[in-house]
Each structure stands twice: as structure tokens, then as C-alpha cells.
């Protein structure tokens, strides 16, 4: 199973589509935007996303630290090292 495919699982298994995704500089939070038709082939798009680096965001949420904020924004699913679906 491609990686998509499994991100895609994981998040209808999680019953949200809200997440939390970790590359190796940046930690980014957003809503997850499936869309066959528009979705770039090996890329994640995100809503109503926060970007912050990793080394601003010990002990506090990117979301309350952070002003750099994308009502879109594409993710490279080869560049994620970690990530979370998050309950509201």
C-alpha cells in the first residue's frame, strides 16, 4: 500500500481529518483536504494550516505560537517523519 493510501486509512480509522505533521524542520497542523480530481500525486494538502519550525514550538502548541498561517498549503508525503490525527 502506497503511502497515501495508508495516511488516507489511518485518517478515516481516526474519524477526523484534523492533523498534526512533522517533517524534519517544521511542525504542521491542519485540516486535511481530500480531493481526487485536485489532489497532486505524493502530496497531502491542508486547510486552515499553521507552519512553525520545530526548534519554536517546546512546550507550547504551534497553533497559539505562530503567525505564519496558509489557508493552503501542499505537503510532500516523502517528507513526513511523523504524524498525528487529532481529536477537537
Not at 34 to 63: H, M, P, Q, W
Amino acid at each position: 500500500m502506497d503511502r497515501i493510501k495508508t495516511f488516507k486509512k489511518i485518517m478515516e480509522k481516526s474519524e477526523t481529518n484534523l492533523v498534526s505533521i512533522l517533517t524534519n524542520h517544521y511542525q504542521i497542523t491542519g485540516t486535511v483536504f481530500d480531493c481526487e480530481e485536485c489532489n497532486k500525486d505524493g502530496f497531502i494538502n491542508l486547510t486552515n494550516a499553521s507552519l512553525c519550525t520545530v526548534n519554536e514550538i517546546y512546550e507550547t502548541r504551534c497553533e497559539d505560537f505562530t503567525e505564519n498561517r496558509y489557508d493552503w498549503i501542499h505537503i510532500n508525503i516523502d517528507k513526513i517523519v511523523a504524524f498525528s490525527f487529532l481529536k477537537d
